[in-house]
């Protein structure tokens, strides 16, 4: 049957919502060659359809073959940068090693200019008076207090605090911290706030 | 202590003087609507950028206050609290521009060239450069690899449209007579949104009475 | 939305409180307040009065209708009529988790009013259920649902409007063909087994 | 179903469900099409299940190619069944995309009588959703769901822990990201793995 090994493709996609699979250039790449075959089937009948006119229907039937491989293609690559721009919001514009290896080189391409988007229009924000830009990766949760208890999850290092504050976050070390300020460690999974 | 500039003018040909108190009630409303619309709004940037001028001016002061001085507290605390709003309204926006960013531009090219944009210019360049990351992405990782026939970035069937049909909840901030509910049996359904009263309904007939206020999305 | 962010709406509410300090006004963006007196009640915004309280700087003073003869009342309408009746305010559940929740020594038979409040709130919410089932099987095009509170609407999202959305849609789709008899060869189709239903 | 767009592997899944359809015309080199032949070319007049998305493309054209048939589940005996008691049915065994599956074939079904099956078997199983969303012991009780309707009862379990999850609680806590704490709990998985 047509255009079966892309539904396998777009199965495994749907397996794990939650977290991004390694791309899968091998199986790409068996359903770009699929596409090739059936097109060069399709420009052989088609020169042949003078002799047998039955043959301009198998012709149209292999073409919406590769609509379909073409569909289902662009359909895995779009539920995969949905993932990527979540790992940006996420994990922030660096990416760690091991979800960093899950991207293609395109991919990682991809993501870097959408960083880069981001970035541009965020820096953009409250500009015309004197502001350099507005973080919206931050302030995610309605505000309940200015400071929380944080216990830090691990070997962080310095922290510079806005008020010139330094402070040594090390794994297990506990902090009173403002709230303002400790959201992305949070958010990175390097604190943990104690309720 | 006053540490508000108590009345802006919003913008120099505009006579009428707003308070900041009216500003962050119209932008906490822009935020709610635009967090419960399926399409997206006009922007607000007035809005916004009164309130980041407004937050601006108030840190300075707060920093001139003894640091576990009460009021200094309290100021920081709403001012935390307007900034998760103006994140969470720009935030909110950014998505809905990513997702339909086929159809918006498509509309706003329009919308630009007759002064009524929905997008700020900011965010107007940020989807153009979207959907061109967009394109080149898909076009290097499969479209070029394709047979020559099949090559092409067909926008028309790529794009995504909010669903204007979609149910919301709606509270009137007055009476609006004679909104049209479409039933498709034919028989349209003509129902009076009395002042105070709440409703579920489609969003498509009252998409113009949420974007000039007559109703607010609960 | 999140419940705390219809409880962030709901914070602006405003509630009064008795201060242990004085100070003069304090000038928000959000509106003035005070000038605050030592044991004079005053209003703030709710997020303030729950700031206020956490540093130990006032007392609240309970909402007028928190309080057992008036929420009994409530309960006794809310369980007659077969509607929503109108509740005390539009966040009367925000109000009661953050008053009962931070300040219940200042408000008089605190337990047994957070017992009635979550009866209002249970007896409402099952009725919130059967008339979303209703409104469904009625059909599921348009509803209206006065008096029901923010936190109350919230908790019918998504499913009711999605369903809502899923209906109509199933209808215009499933539907195309019904309302514009083709152009399309629909003796192509085989007709076996048509049923008797209408 | 709401997204049915170009993009949505949703719908690519549902489109790929088989139907039921018979060959109106000769097709030279398909034979394949149909397994139980052995021929080269697949002849007119066979019936073969093929997915809907060959189906509709094949039925769209001048003349169509192919019959389509109803899939048994869309027939008399399953509607009336439907029509009966909806909440009796199991969706897992019945069709994992009932109504989206239904939607494409209702099209084709000149009496709407599928359509108005898809209508009263969603509104008769909505209780389900509402009762599904209520506590999740009794989502065990209740018959199988289709993917969808999975998806609509598990986004109301959602508000539903959410909202009890307000009542109970104090201050809502920060927490690490979603696909952060995924991430990391599959790496941890994968490390215990080697």
């Known amino acids: ?195 | 202590m006053d540490l508000t500039d108590d009345n802006i003018a919003l913008s120099e040909d505009e006579e009428e003087e707003i308070t900041a108190e009216v500003v962050l009630k119209t932008l906490q409303s822009a935020w709610q609507n635009e967090r419960l619309a399926p399409e997206i709004l006009p922007h607000r940037n007035d809005m916004v950028e009164c309130m980041l001028g407004q937050i601006q001016h108030m840190e300075r002061n707060i920093n001139k206050l003894p640091k576990t001085d009460l009021r200094a507290t309290i100021h920081k605390m709403e001012l935390s609290r307007i900034k998760f709003i103006i994140c969470n309204y720009l935030k909110t926006r950014l998505s809905k521009i990513e997702k339909y960013c086929i159809p918006i531009l498509n509309e706003e090219r329009q919308r630009v060239e007759s002064g009524t944009n929905f997008l700020t210019p900011m965010e107007y360049k940020y989807a153009q450069e979207y959907l061109l990351n967009m394109e080149n992405h898909m076009k290097t990782v499969v479209l070029d690899k394709m047979p020559g026939n099949m090559q092409m970035f067909e926008s028309n069937k790529m794009a995504e449209h909010p669903n204007m049909q979609s149910h919301v909840f709606l509270k009137a901030n007055e009476t609006i007579n004679g909104v049209v509910l479409e039933d498709l049996a034919g028989e349209d359904e003509e129902i009076d949104l009395e002042e105070g009263s709440q409703h579920i309904l489609q969003y498509k007939p009252i998409a113009d009475l949420v974007k000039n206020g007559k109703v607010q999305l609960i | ?198 | ?194």
């Open chain 1, 1 to 195: 049957m047509f255009a079966e090994k892309v539904i396998e493709l777009l199965k495994e996609a749907e397996r794990n919502p939650v977290t991004i699979d390694p791309f899968n250039d091998d199986k790409i790449r068996q359903i770009l060659e699929e596409m090739q075959t059936l097109f060069r089937m399709n420009m052989n009948d088609a020169n042949a359809t003078t002799e047998n006119k039955s043959l301009w229907t198998t012709v149209q039937v292999r073409h919406s073959a590769l609509e379909r491989n073409k569909r289902c293609l662009l359909a895995y690559l779009y539920s995969r940068m949905a993932k990527i721009k979540t790992l940006r919001w996420e994990f922030g514009a660096i990416l760690p090693a091991d979800v960093r290896e899950l991207l293609s080189d395109d991919e990682y391409e991809w993501f870097t200019k959408y960083s880069m988007n981001l970035a541009s229009y965020m820096r953009s924000l409250g500009q015309d008076i004197g502001y350099n830009g507005i973080d919206l990766t931050e302030n995610l949760k309605p505000p309940k207090s200015l400071y929380i208890e944080v216990l830090c999850m691990a070997d962080y290092g310095k922290l510079e605090l806005e008020d010139g504050d330094v402070i040594l976050l090390k794994k297990n070390s506990r902090h009173f911290l403002p709230t303002s300020e400790c959201q992305t460690l949070i958010r990175q999974g390097i604190l943990k706030q104690i309720s």
């Open chain 3, 1 to 198: 939305m999140d419940p705390y962010e219809v409880e962030f709406i709901g914070e602006n509410r405003i509630i009064s409180v008795i201060p242990n300090f004085s100070y003069d006004k304090i000038y928000l963006i959000c509106g003035e307040f005070g000038p605050f007196r030592a044991g004079l009640p005053i209003n703030v915004p709710l997020w303030l009065a729950m700031m206020l309280k956490q540093k130990q700087k006032c007392r609240i003073v309970p909402p007028d209708w928190m309080e057992l003869d008036t929420l009994e009342n409530i309960k006794e309408e809310e369980k007659r009529s077969r509607f929503f009746t109108k509740m005390p305010n539009e966040h009367y559940m925000v109000e009661a988790k953050l008053i009962l929740g931070a300040a219940s020594e200042d408000v008089p038979n605190a337990a047994e009013i957070k017992t009635i409040i979550k009866d209002i709130w249970d007896i409402r919410m099952s009725k919130l259920r059967t008339s979303m089932d209703a409104l469904m099987k009625s059909g599921g095009g348009y509803g209206r649902l006065d008096h029901l509170t923010m936190m109350e609407i919230n908790s019918a999202k998504p499913l009711l409007p999605s369903a809502m959305d899923y209906l109509l849609q199933i209808q215009k789709k499933a539907q195309q063909r019904v309302q514009q008899p083709s152009a399309l060869n629909t003796s192509t189709f085989s007709q076996s087994g048509s049923s008797q239903n209408t």
């Open chain 4, 1 to 194: 179903m709401e997204n049915s767009g170009y993009l949505s592997i949703s719908d690519i899944l549902v489109t790929n469900e088989k139907i039921p359809c018979k060959f109106l015309h000769d097709l030279p080199k398909m034979g394949f099409l149909d397994p139980s032949a052995s021929e080269d070319d697949l002849k007119a007049g066979t019936n073969v299940e093929i997915p809907l998305w060959l189906a509709e493309s094949l039925h769209s054209r001048r003349p169509p190619l192919v019959a389509v048939d109803l899939p048994k589940i869309y027939k008399d005996s399953y509607r009336e069944i439907l029509n009966a008691d909806a909440c009796t049915v199991d969706m897992h065994k019945l069709s994992q995309y009932f109504y989206e599956f239904g939607c494409y074939i209702a099209k084709h079904d000149i009496k709407g009588e599928v359509s108005n099956t898809l209508i009263n078997t969603f509104r008769q199983r909505f209780r389900m959703l509402l009762s599904a969303s209520v506590s999740t012991d009794s989502v065990g009780a209740i018959q199988p769901l289709s993917v969808s309707e999975r998806l609509q009862a598990a986004a109301a379990a959602n508000t539903e822990k959410a909202l009890s999850e307000w009542l109970q609680r104090g201050d809502s806590i920060l927490t690490t990201a979603n696909m952060v704490a995924n991430h990391r709990k599959r790496k941890r998985a994968e490390m215990e793995m080697h």
